[in-house]
């Protein structure tokens, strides 16, 4: 097997944006609005909030605009009582059109790109530059929604989700980060220690959104990060599980050891999406070791890891499902600690608990197993382990799952049958579980093999065995089965006391 060496991720490109979302600043500009109908009047007000000196041209005026002039929100709202003309649209932040009219909607547009004004034609996006969207106000932390036209229904039914979730006290934290951006900036901390300030005034919003933020914060937080500014600069290594695939399974640790992440080393199965968490700034790189590709030596994971961290750098290893099974991070933890560098762990969502979970079965079933075990089908040598323990392989009361089963399952199955494993005990491939891609395909121990052959997947797969799944499997299959263990006398005697 031909080695592999480190590399630099080629993550993919972004995908494609209907719109792009920007925020004007309006504060003290002009923005010219032709219109006087009441969507022109809830435009205004809008503008009028965020700053911009509002000029309405109409010749009539619903009376939601007049109340608006007299009590604005913000800027002023100013009504001239005539149609808009090209010159009323010079100088303009940006112009606004309530107009139904398709022919004058396409005069006031080129109006206004004459003058090298944006344009918005009030819900007629085939003349606009620009879109408003759905809008969840907690400002300065303000969040705009939108569809790119094709469902604003859709779009206000996100929008108030949102608006339930996001506690109306952010707002007043927004503005504290506001007040305080200045202080951190000019404080001396180093930029490492400035994101450290700001990640704990995170966790401090996040975890009492709904009092006021008051400077005593402020001092706490800023001593904090003094102290932790000690440490800033050594480096540290952190193992995180990113689970079978579903990122919203990754953990809040490992979201935020991701975030935090000067170096991130990827593993070949962790799934793309899951890098959408991770620092945008973080160096990303490729190390994965795949059974009978070209692999990255672990000698040599272990060496970069090491002096990565040694160089100062915060360096998360990036393992598919938990990286205390079957994910070498004991040799990866001893290197560590052996070079004296700190070292944590963030498990994650094993592969058998997203399969099961996905299957909708307990791998305990108390009436179907008594032990679950993890076991590799795959060797240093990339042949079936010799020291399998075949007897508990064969063991009808427990529940199997097999990592890396694709090359030896034939050998495995075959010789756990050797062992006294009934040939109809139900056994199940999952493949890419938890993925959108995931596929099941259903068998028992004496054909699984065949089975999964057959399919020839592309993806990670594990294997489950054991009579837990007989609901899984096809009944025609299993027919003949040992009738299912019945639990003891000893776990019944809560219901019985109950009865009594």
Partial sequence: MNPRSPSEA???RMERLARLPVFFTLTGKRVA???????AAWKAELLSAAGADVDVFACEVSDELVSLASDPPGGTVVIHLQGWQPDDLRGAALAIGAISNDDEASRFAAAARDVGVPVNIIDNPAFCDFSFGSIVNRSPLVIGISTDGAAPVFAQAIRAKL????????????EAAQRWREAVKSSGLAFSARRVFWQMFTATALTEPDREPAQADYDRIFAETQHESNTIGVGSVTLVGAGPGDPELLTLRAVRALQSADVILIDDLVAPAILDFARREAKKMMVGKTGFAPSCRQDEINALMVS???????VVRLKGGDPMIFGRAGEEIEACRKARVAVEVVPGISAAQGAASRLGVSLTHRKLARRIQYVTAHGADGKLPTDIDWT????????????MPKRSLAALAATAQAHGLPKNTPAIAVVAATRPEQEIIAGTIADIASRLDAATPGQPVLVMIGRAFAGVAPQSVIAGLDPPIHPSSQEDGCADQARA
């Fill in 308 to 314: 990565l961290a040694k160089a100062g750098r915060r």
């Fill in 163 to 174: 608006e339930a979730m996001i506690p109306l006290g952010f707002a007043r934290w927004a």
């Fill in 392 to 403: 508990s392989i064969a063991d009808p009361v427990t529940t199997t799952a097999v990592y």
């Fill in 10 to 12: 080629k993550l993919p």
């Fill in 33 to 39: 609005l032709a219109g006087g109908t009441a969507a």
